[in-house]
């Protein structure tokens, strides 16, 4: 009897959390792992905008 998982949905939560924990440490925000997808939290909020600038940034840099 073996136990199957999802890889991609492991592999895509700690690649969130890591990258969540190097934009607390850059902008020098709160680290709580508990923070992570969660609504209304403050800092997830401030990750999420930056994660739309950055997208943003490396689209208008392919548009030219």
Known sequence: MAI???RDAYNKV???LESFRDYCRF?????N???LYKKGDRVW???LSYQKYLE????RRNNR
């Not at 902008?27 to 680290?31: L, M």
């Not at 943003?56 to 689209?59: A, F, I, L, N, S």
């Open 14 to 16: 700690f690649n969130d």
């Open 27 to 31: 902008e020098a925000k709160p680290y």
């Open 4 to 6: 199957e998982f999802n």
């Open 45 to 47: 909020e401030g990750y």
């Open 33 to 35: 792992e508990q923070s």
């Open 56 to 59: 943003r940034k490396k689209r």
